[in-house]
């Protein structure tokens, strides 16, 4: 057994915790929007043709903002294509994915299913094959409140109302050579910044992101930051950040530590955008939006054929989760909520069907993925502040990251309750993990639960929905507390007085 501690004090406030760190992303891709969140005929639908077992979940799930209309997807959309009545929309071609774009459902549906859900709306515009103007009509269109020509076009297709959008993504992926209408760093800070600065004539309160890197791992990783954010620093908020991991060669244990190239990849941001602000002898910081995360098996994705007959809605990056995900993606979420100083936005891509935590199938059951579990605990239960804990913890050796602890965690505080987060990464021995909690005074353990298994490649199914859930741990000890996390777990701690 490894016996691992840490210290809990109030006095270590990172920041609040920030709900938009638990956000979600709703592209056309595959099944996501098709058969995923919108079915008419579906034995759930609702009126709007909403499936409400999604809803449900996803309410469920405590996704607090929705980004939408992609991913690689936005970059040849024409928005235009999804208002109005369904029967005069055109069908189109959708280079990114290679499928056929019914425009079903579009700007206007999707406001309605974020307010049945309970999310906040975040659009990206298309700034590929697009650029200033048509950023300029959408947000006319979505924000303005009415008496323009496409305020009132809004009005007249249902939406009395504007759909009061905050968050608006510059773009995205501009830096990844598969993007329809791909820049240089230079282009695409120029094109954003007159974006943006156009956007803010409308509208000086908008929130927006700046496209940064697709990953760590870019060639350009980095410099396009900083050319990016020199021409756009004044008009921005955010920076992007997006990253995907995966077991590769059944290196499980790299696998499992895959949030210390998180951390490196937000260091690096932080300090490219800081650097910037020096230089500009700017007084506001631009934080990061981390607006693509997950789990997603890209080598499996990339070694199949492009589709040849352009067809709608297919299943596509329909990975099945299992335990050692689940625990991947607790790490990372521990991760973004350690950096809730710098990292102000996130959104695990995506919902649903395509590398989601929600699966369904047409016509029939939907269920959560492994995966599903450490974001809800941690968006039901991050609350109040983030508290730095620095685990004294037992290292192992990765061919990946090098030593890396064994335990990541992560605690927050409200006037209630202090929650740990936290992941044993261990492949086969439990930690023992004690809780200084003197800082705090009299507190005992009021719940503690654990997502493992004894197979760590066990998923849940249709059929098996609840094979991978949370459970009660048996192993708790209060005064002092001591917890004791089965190896590969994904954990939560409550503490109250
Ligand atoms: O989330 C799947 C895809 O990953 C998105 O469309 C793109 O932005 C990223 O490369």
């Known amino acids: 057994m490894h016996q691992a501690s840490l210290t809990i004090d109030p006095a270590f406030r990172v920041a609040p915790v920030r709900r938009r760190t638990f956000g979600t992303f709703v592209e056309h891709l595959g099944r996501c929007v098709y058969t995923g969140i919108y079915e008419p005929g579906h034995p759930t639908a609702d009126e709007d043709g909403f499936r409400r077992d999604v809803l449900e979940l996803t309410r469920e799930l405590g996704a607090s903002t929705a980004r939408y209309p992609g991913g690689n997807f936005v970059s040849g959309y024409r928005w235009e294509d999804g208002i109005g009545p369904a029967a005069g929309r055109p069908a189109r071609l959708d280079l990114a994915w290679h499928c056929t774009e019914p ?5 206007d549906e999707f406001a309605r299913w974020a307010r049945k859900a309970g999310v906040e709306p975040m659009m990206a515009v298309n700034l590929g ?44 992926e501009m830096d990844g050579p598969w993007q329809i209408g791909h820049k240089t760093a230079h282009e695409y800070g120029r094109l954003a910044a007159e974006t943006a600065r156009a956007m803010r004539m409308i509208d000086p309160d908008l929130e927006l992101v700046a496209c940064g890197s697709s990953g760590s791992s870019m060639p350009t990783f980095g410099s396009w930051e ?3 954010l020199a021409e756009t620093y004044e008009h921005v908020d955010h920076i992007s950040c997006h990253a995907y991991y995966e077991e590769k060669d059944g290196d499980l244990g790299s696998f499992l530590a895959c949030a210390t190239d998180m951390e490196n990849f ?21 934080n990061v939006s981390f607006d693509e995360w997950n789990v997603w098996y890209q080598s499996r994705f990339a070694s199949r054929e492009p589709f040849r007959d352009w067809p709608v809605a297919p299943p596509l990056l329909e990975d099945r989760y299992h335990l050692a995900d689940a625990v991947a993606v607790g790490g990372l979420l521990i991760t973004l909520l350690r950096n809730s100083d710098r990292v102000t936005a996130a959104c695990q891509a995506q919902l649903v069907n395509v590398i989601g935590p929600i699966m369904t199938e047409p016509g029939g059951r939907a269920w959560r993925q492994t995966i599903f579990h450490p974001f809800a605990q941690a968006a039901r239960y991050a609350s109040g502040d983030v508290l730095r804990v620095e685990p004294v913890s037992p290292l192992y050796d990765t061919a990946e990251f090098g030593e890396v602890p064994v335990l990541h965690a992560v605690a927050t505080r409200d006037d209630q309750h202090t929650t740990v987060f936290a992941v044993n990464r261990s492949t086969d021995r439990p930690v023992e993990l004690t809780l200084d909690t003197r800082a705090l005074g009299t507190v005992r353990v009021v719940e503690a639960t654990t997502l493992t298994d004894d197979d760590v490649y066990a998923a849940n199914t249709a059929d098996a929905p609840d094979r991978v859930t949370p459970r009660p741990n048996p192993d708790v000890q209060t005064g ?9 777990s994904w954990n939560v701690i409550r503490l109250a007085r």
């Open 103 to 107: 425009n079903l459902f579009g700007l």
């Open 226 to 228: 900083a050319t990016v």
């Open 480 to 488: 002092p507390a001591r917890v004791l996390l089965p190896p590969v």
């Open 266 to 286: 937000i260091a690096s941001v932080v300090a490219t955008a800081d650097h910037v602000r020096a230089k500009l002898r700017a007084a506001k910081r631009v």
């Open 129 to 172: 094959t697009r650029g200033v103007q048509e950023a300029l009509d959408v947000l006319e269109y979505c924000n303005v409140e009415s008496g323009t020509r496409l305020s009132d076009l809004r009005i007249a297709n249902g939406a009395k109302d504007p759909h009061g959008i905050r968050m608006w993504c510059l773009g995205n």
